[in-house]
Every structure is written in structure tokens, then in C-alpha cells.
Nanobody
Framework: QVQLVESGGGLVQAGGSLRLSCAASGRIFSIYTMAWFRQAPGKEREFVAA????????YYADSVKGRFTISRDNAKNTVYLQMNSLKPEDTAVYYC?????????????????WGQGTQVTVSS
């Protein structure tokens, strides 16, 4: 089993920045791809960004490309999401996810483990 715990969410004004963290524990050796998803009220969970085990490959949703940066520190078993130039439409609960198979997928069903989520609210 793998446990994921997100932190760093909060309330920020449009144009501001936040840095989310996701700490992993448990069977760390089995974790490959890490990703961030988000879910706004009344909407489906959507892909935000993913990073390979080495950190050398990253993918982003078009809506966040150029504003968000995903990274990881394997020594600390932590993945980060730096969010800049935030917009009100970025308001959502942000979830960290892990995929044992290293597929770098964009679909939620491809991920095996999930955190509890952290709320990000961007005011206009």
C-alpha cells in the first residue's frame, strides 16, 4: 500500500501563486508516475500534470501549460505542483495520484493510489 498526503492548498487572489506538496509513504519502491488531478464542484475530475519516476518527463493539461510546473524529489518521496498566474477557474480540490506501472496516463482510472485532496480557491 501507498499513502499520499497533500498539503499547501489555500485561498489566493487571481494572479497569485501556490505550491502544493504530496508526501508519499509505504511501498515507495513501487511508485512510478506521479500526477496531479483536480475536481471543481459539479465537474468531473480532470488531469493537471504528470511526472515520470526520474522526473525527466512531464506532461501538462493545456489549461495549465506555461503556468504550472510539476516536479519531484525522490529522496524526500515528495512531488510538487508550483502554480503561478492562478485564475479563478483553477479553483478546485487538487488530488495527488500514483501509478505503479509508469504509464504517464492522463486518465484517473490509470492511477492506483490517491490522496485525500487539498482545496485551492482563487478569488477574482
Amino acid at each position: 500500500q501507498v499513502q499520499l498526503v497533500e498539503s499547501g492548498g489555500g485561498l489566493v487572489q487571481a494572479g497569485g501563486s501556490l505550491r502544493l506538496s504530496c508526501a508519499a509513504s509505504g511501498r515507495i519502491f513501487s511508485i512510478y508516475t506521479m500526477a496531479w488531478f483536480r475536481q471543481a464542484p459539479g465537474k468531473e475530475r480532470e488531469f493537471v500534470a504528470a511526472v515520470s519516476w526520474s522526473g525527466g518527463t512531464t506532461y501538462y493539461a493545456d489549461s495549465v501549460k506555461g503556468r504550472f510546473t510539476i516536479s519531484r524529489d525522490n529522496a524526500k518521496n515528495t512531488v510538487y505542483l508550483q502554480m503561478n498566474s492562478l485564475k479563478p477557474e483553477d479553483t478546485a480540490v487538487y488530488y495527488c495520484a500514483a501509478d505503479r506501472r509508469g504509464r504517464l496516463g492522463r486518465a484517473a482510472y490509470e492511477y492506483d493510489y490517491w490522496g485525500q485532496g487539498t482545496q485551492v480557491t482563487v478569488s477574482s
